[in-house]
């Protein structure tokens, strides 16, 4: 096979297209055009590696073919020949994507040394390509890996979630699925109050897993039916600070800390654990506490008598906004902006 570098020359006039076919044919495998007409024609067969060409021809000059050449065979490097009264044109070429342009007269030096520059940047863009190929594909390949341990991650993400979910409503006195209602509820509620929709989805996350650290209460505490004495009553206040204690671990858990912590503070000062007081408490927070609030009133509990009606979770909910509840978030609920099922 002829491992030659290809070289097409294109010039209409006869003695300069053979004289440096001449200089040119021992080194390289060589063909010539009359025009740039012909000339485009062979190299929509296929590329040679460079191109020296006149640039004033008859009916195609050489500048328009430099263009067509690019658009067909991007790296294929071409070389002017120019007149110097063409200089000014030749210089403009470059900005086209000429490599280079030789004045005439020129001597066979010239053209050897210009024709093997130009190879050369052509083996080296050859090069760069082969590599730019090589780390594309490794760029894919990685990014398919990322993709499944992201994907891993997600389904890890869910999984753990849901575990905790059952855990939690387990081990509490709520009745089943409060955790998903509550999270449904809180979701519903930040949409209404234009919170944009990745920060929902975490909200909802958060939500979900709120009580989490209802884990780490003894569950005679937790199961209890009746009032709860003072010292169960502080022990059952550290679940907020258990629960987010737990989360700080989970490094994919982390943006549901907020939520976790200040779900029990309270807009007047009065909750717990910090007495964080109004928008003091991250607005998710604010958020959860009533979508907890108004699904513990909806709902039956082993310990209290059936689940209120929804006038009294209205009333319930308007008596306390501004003390238990933000009003703002009371409010999307009074108004029938979230209806409650
Ligand atoms: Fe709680």
Same mark, same amino acid.
């Given at each position: 096979?002829?491992?030659?570098?290809?070289?097409?020359?294109?010039d209409?006039?006869?003695?300069?297209?053979?004289?440096?076919?001449?200089?040119?044919?021992?080194?390289?495998?060589?063909?010539?055009a009359?025009?740039?007409?012909?000339?485009?024609?062979?190299?929509?067969?296929?590329?040679?590696?460079?191109?020296?060409?006149d640039?004033?021809?008859?009916?195609?000059?050489?500048?328009?073919?430099?263009?067509?050449?690019?658009?067909?065979?991007?790296?294929?490097?071409?070389?002017?020949l120019?007149a110097?009264?063409?200089?000014?044109?030749?210089?403009?070429?470059?900005?086209f994507?000429?490599?280079?342009?030789?004045?005439?007269p020129?001597?066979?030096?010239d053209?050897?040394?210009? /024709?093997?520059?130009?190879?050369?940047?052509?083996?080296?863009?050859?090069?760069?390509?082969?590599?730019?190929?090589?780390?594309?594909?490794?760029?894919?390949?990685?990014?398919?890996?990322?993709?499944?341990?992201?994907?891993?991650?997600?389904?890890?993400?869910?999984?753990?979630?849901?575990?905790?979910?059952?855990t939690?409503?387990?081990?509490d006195?709520?009745?089943?699925?409060?955790?998903?209602?509550?999270?449904?509820?809180?979701?519903?509620?930040?949409?209404?109050?234009? /919170?944009?929709?990745?920060?929902?989805? !975490?909200?909802?996350?958060?939500?979900?897993?709120?009580?989490?650290?209802?884990?780490?209460?003894?569950?005679?505490?937790?199961?209890?039916?009746? !009032?709860?004495?003072?010292?169960?009553?502080?022990?059952?206040?550290?679940?907020?600070?258990?629960?987010?204690?737990?989360?700080?671990?989970?490094?994919?858990?982390?943006?549901?800390?907020?939520?976790?912590?200040?779900?029990h !503070?309270?807009?007047?000062g009065?909750?717990?654990?910090?007495g964080?007081?109004?928008?003091?408490?991250?607005?998710?927070?604010?958020?959860?506490?009533?979508?907890?609030?108004?699904?513990?009133?909806?709902?039956?509990?082993?310990y209290?008598?059936?689940?209120?009606?929804?006038?009294? /979770?209205? !009333?319930?909910?308007?008596?306390?906004?501004?003390?238990?509840?933000?009003?703002?978030?009371?409010?999307?609920?009074?108004?029938?902006? /979230?209806?409650?099922?």
């Open positions: 096979m002829d491992n030659k570098e290809k070289i097409l020359i294109i209409d006039e006869l003695a300069p297209r053979e004289s440096i076919r001449m200089v040119l044919k021992d080194t390289y495998t060589v063909s010539t009359p025009g740039a007409l012909e000339g485009l024609d062979m190299l929509s067969h296929g590329p040679v590696d460079l191109v020296v060409m640039i004033k021809m008859p009916r195609m000059d050489g500048i328009t073919a430099l263009q067509e050449i690019k658009k067909l065979h991007p790296d294929t490097e071409v070389i002017l120019t110097y009264a063409s200089l000014e044109t030749a210089r403009d070429a470059i900005r994507g000429a490599f280079d342009y030789l004045i005439k020129f001597d066979k030096d053209i050897l040394l210009v /024709v093997e520059k130009g190879l050369k940047k052509r083996r080296e863009n050859a090069g760069l390509k082969m590599e730019r190929d090589i780390l594309l594909g490794r760029a894919s390949y990685l990014e398919d890996q990322v993709t499944k341990a992201r994907n891993n991650i997600i389904t890890c993400y869910e999984g753990t979630v849901s575990a905790l979910i059952l939690i409503d387990a081990k006195h709520y009745t089943y699925n409060h955790s998903n209602r509550v999270a449904q509820l809180a979701s519903k509620l930040a949409l209404e109050l234009g /919170v944009p929709s990745k920060v929902i989805k !975490e909200i909802e996350h958060a939500a979900s897993i709120h009580d989490i650290g209802k884990i780490g209460i003894e569950e005679s505490i937790l199961k209890k039916n009746g !009032e709860l004495t003072t010292d169960e009553y502080l022990e059952m206040k550290k679940h907020p600070s258990i629960g987010a204690r737990i989360v700080q671990s989970v490094p994919f858990l982390e943006e549901a800390i907020p939520v976790i912590l200040n779900h !503070e309270r807009y007047d009065k909750g717990y654990p910090h964080l007081k109004g928008e003091q408490i991250p607005l998710a927070a604010r958020i959860v506490a009533v979508a907890d609030a108004v699904d513990a009133m909806m709902r039956a509990r082993p209290r008598e059936a689940a209120l009606s929804m006038d009294r /979770v209205m !009333e319930e909910l308007q008596e306390n906004a501004e003390l238990q509840f933000d009003p703002e978030v009371v409010d999307v609920i009074v108004r029938g902006r /979230v209806v409650l099922v």
